[in-house]
């Protein structure tokens, strides 16, 4: 225990060129109130949501501290820029709408104007780099809380291009949590469980029992999300939640790699590059299950990646897009369908990100249009009805796996209208 405070690929070999183009322009299905991170017109691509500075950490800044700031970055893949304009939903726990009025959480006008772009530069695939940094002189955040950027086009505002998730919190709960491997259901087998405690001496906490909600991730999975809204028991003054059945989770196993950082010769993972396409074809090494094999440590980023390229200055506009192709060998997984687990898929169940089985190969394949860099991935089984991603089909859960847990505190009195974020941290496990 440690403590810390704080679209598919044909089943027969197809023309590349005809294939680069069904990617490129495939339409992802309508989402309606869908409210979860992701790109969802087709032409952009590599939406990344990070602190200043600290590019592999949570997205959730501190209102009491006004140098924090949230930086949203993404690609389109066009000749020109595009003319697009932004607003923010305050969203509850659960990143529903809260319905509130603009000026309960903006000193400012809920619009601004992306206007920090640049052209890519001696790439195959032309493209514009967008940035968004929030709060700014446009965007003045008042309150703390879940919020979600909608990125539209300033010609039709009621389309979405894209949306992305940050979060504003005024730090006024401790958290301490920790993990261990000798959970309630088996020890040093196939699960980790949580414990927490959360300090509310500077909350003005009534009932400990209603008020509070806490939201756990694990490796920034939304499929697995655990929501508790009552404690075990209370402290003196802190709020304790352990022993409880939400908080025990499927170990996993480490993330997988690759890297595509130049074009000149294969990274790694990466068994070869092909040239005679409209972009670079990266075959990655073909992969196996893993459920049965001894469990192996790697050093990942826990589903992250970087965008580089090796030969450049600058990789925000001179990494190039290439052809990545996945190939997993197994047998058909019947009851499940198989998706690629990441940072790079928006952590979104989509057409891009499903495998699609290939009965002349014997394997499932997709293929990903992706910017140079280097990426952590897995595959999540999927039972058929379901929208969790089981790891235990393929890659196994290992108890020995070292996962990053995100802790979210949200705390809503009687009578108010919002939820406030008013904690957050990390917790590896040993």
């Not at 060129?17 to 087709?42: K, M, N, R, W």
């Not at 939640?241 to 690759?258: K, Q, S, T, V, W």
Request: aromatic share 10%; hydrophobic share 35%.
């Amino acid at each position: 225990m440690r403590w810390l405070f704080c679209t598919g690929v044909c089943p027969i070999q197809m023309n590349k060129v005809c294939f680069c183009l069904i990617l490129l322009f495939s339409v992802l299905p309508s989402h309606g109130e869908d409210t979860a991170q992701g790109v969802i017109h087709p032409s952009f691509h590599t939406l990344r949501v990070e602190p200043e500075g600290a590019p592999f950490g949570v997205p959730v800044i501190n209102i009491q501290n006004p140098s924090d700031r949230v930086v949203i970055s993404f690609d389109e893949i066009a000749d020109d820029r595009r003319y697009m304009r932004y607003s923010l939903v305050h969203c509850d726990a659960g990143w529903q709408p809260e319905g509130l009025v603009d000026s309960e959480f903006l000193d400012s006008f809920n619009e601004g104007i992306v206007e920090d772009f640049d052209y890519s530069q001696a790439t195959l695939v032309h493209y514009v780099h967008y940035t968004i940094t929030l709060p700014n002189d446009q965007i003045r955040i008042i309150q703390p809380g879940n919020y979600l950027v909608r990125v539209y086009d300033e010609n039709n505002p009621d389309e979405t291009l894209l949306q992305a998730r940050f979060g504003v919190s005024d730090g006024s709960a401790g958290i301490m949590a920790g993990v261990t491997t000798r959970t309630d259901i088996d020890a040093n087998r196939n699960h980790q469980q949580l414990e927490l405690r959360v300090d509310t001496r500077y909350l003005d906490l009534d009932d400990p029992f209603n008020d509070l909600r806490v939201v756990i991730t694990q490796n920034g999975r939304p499929d697995n999300e655990v929501v508790l809204t009552t404690p075990q028991r209370l402290g003196n003054k802190e709020v304790i939640y352990e022993h409880l059945r939400p908080l025990i989770f499927p170990a996993g196993n480490e993330y997988r790699r690759f890297e595509t950082v130049s074009t000149n010769f294969p990274g790694m993972g990466v068994e070869s590059i092909e040239r005679d396409a409209p972009v670079f074809n990266m075959m990655l090494y073909t992969d196996e299950p893993r459920a049965s094999k001894d469990y192996l440590y790697d050093s990942t980023q826990h589903g992250r990646y970087v965008v580089r390229n090796a030969d450049v200055y600058d990789s925000d506009t001179e990494a190039d897009y290439v052809m990545t192709n996945f190939t997993l060998s197994m047998p058909p997984l019947e009851g499940y369908d198989i998706f690629l687990d990441g940072d790079f898929t928006d952590r979104r169940f989509s057409p891009l990100s499903r495998m699609v089985y290939n009965e002349r190969t014997g394997a499932y394949e997709q293929s990903v249009l992706l910017k140079q860099g280097s990426y952590n991935y897995q595959y999540l089984a999927v039972p058929s009805g379901s929208m969790k991603g089981e790891t235990a089909p393929i890659e196994g859960d290992n108890y020995q796996t070292i996962n990053e847990y995100t802790i979210r505190v949200y705390h809503r009195p009687k009578g108010t209208r919002f939820d406030r974020l008013v904690g957050c941290t990390t917790v590896l496990s040993d």
